[in-house]
């Protein structure tokens, strides 16, 4: 197949799995700490050689242990862009980026250009002179994913890539790897613990415990009914899909609004998320404050410790869920097939571009 292929086992580490990104896709790795996701990385990147298995990037073996095969590192063609930028220190902004084409052997004129070309790229031209000490965490990520991108890797392997930035700096890194993936289709892994960034870069996702694949899918049909006790834990939102119509104002394609917030182009794809404790349940249509209210019909209501989720459908392709107390059921006299409101405030729906 083209793209990345892993099959590992690692005693030591308990590790056992099989795992596929085809060419050109972005595949999130989620799970809880030490479920093993950062050694898929480095099984990917030749980092960590499995007791047994096989890693194959578009069509070239890069490990086989049944044959003995194992590619170094750095013969790869495989980038890292981890949680903190790691640049050298002693080295300009554009030294860092040059030194990737330069290690893959491209002369040093030409990788000075590179190097200028995705400073440029990423935004970050006016920073090429700059030594890292003298750059914002922001910016060094930004340097970080020029130079990740310019030695023009066949598989990007992104560890945790925003997780270090603050909340400032973080979404416009974020959209800058949204384009630099989507622009390339880019076959990359993307190890995280935030359902957003999952949602916003991957087209498909596994979730990783003990070591095992436990579930795996299109992220937001995994994000949205997690099947995993994990993906349940961090996922399990509401997902609305839709076009941006207006700014802060998404629309679905049968016609049902949503109000955010989030920094989307109108005219383009995407997804409206917040969590079903954040949705109020109302028998009659909720007066006063400016909301997202959605005509439903109940369908689920299910316990779940001491709340209760229940699901309504607004529409014939799309369902929600609210987490409300036994007592609001009790009261609203909750039961599938009866007609309520689901309201839930603007503010509390966040917007992201989807891929
Ligand atoms: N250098 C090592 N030697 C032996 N075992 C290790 C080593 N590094 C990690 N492990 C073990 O391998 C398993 C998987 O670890 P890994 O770092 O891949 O998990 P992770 O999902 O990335 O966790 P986290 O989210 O905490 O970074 C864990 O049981 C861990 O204890």
Request: overall charge neutral; charged content about 20%.
């Amino acid at each position: 197949m083209t793209g990345l292929a892993v099959r590992a086992r690692i005693a030591v580490r308990n590790i056992d799995y099989d795992i596929e990104a085809p060419s050109g896709s972005v595949l999130a790795v989620i799970g809880p700490n030490g479920a093993g996701k950062t050694s898929l990385l480095s099984i990917a990147a030749g980092l960590l050689r499995p007791d047994d298995g096989r890693v194959e990037l578009d069509g070239r073996v890069l490990t086989d242990t049944s044959a003995g095969i194992h590619v170094p590192t750095h013969r790869r063609g495989i980038a890292t862009l981890s949680q903190q930028p790691l640049l050298f220190p002693h080295l300009t902004a554009e030294a860092n980026v040059a030194f990737a084409p330069r290690s893959a052997g491209v002369g040093r004129s030409r990788s000075k250009e590179v190097a200028r070309e995705w400073l440029s790229h990423v935004g970050a031209a006016e920073l090429a002179g700059r030594r890292p000490s003298e750059l914002s965490g922001g910016q060094a990520q930004r340097v970080a994913v020029a130079r990740a991108l310019a030695a023009d890797p066949a598989l990007l392997l992104l560890d945790e890539p925003l997780a270090a930035l603050d909340v400032e700096s973080a979404p416009a890194v974020r959209r800058l790897l949204r384009t630099m993936l989507q622009e390339r289709r880019r076959t990359a892994v993307l190890v995280t613990h935030d359902v957003l960034d999952a949602l916003a870069l991957a087209d498909t996702v596994v979730v990783i415990d003990d070591g095992r694949v436990v579930e795996r899918g299109p992220v937001r049909s995994v994000l949205a009914a997690p099947r995993s006790t994990f993906a349940a834990r961090i996922a399990g939102l509401d997902l609305v899909d839709g076009t941006v119509v207006a700014p802060g104002t998404l629309r679905t394609p049968d016609g049902i609004t949503v109000m955010g917030t989030g920094d989307v182009e109108v005219g383009s794809a995407a997804v409206a998320v917040f969590t079903p404790s954040a949705v109020a349940v109302h028998a009659e249509p909720p007066h006063g404050s400016p909301r997202n209210v959605f005509r439903a019909t109940v369908s689920d209501i299910e316990v779940r410790g001491a709340s209760v989720r229940v699901t309504a459908r607004v529409s014939s392709t799309l369902a929600l869920s609210a987490d409300v107390t036994a007592a609001a059921v009790a009261d609203l006299d909750l039961v599938p097939g009866h007609i309520v409101h689901l309201a839930v405030k603007a503010h509390e729906v966040a917007l992201h571009g989807a891929p």
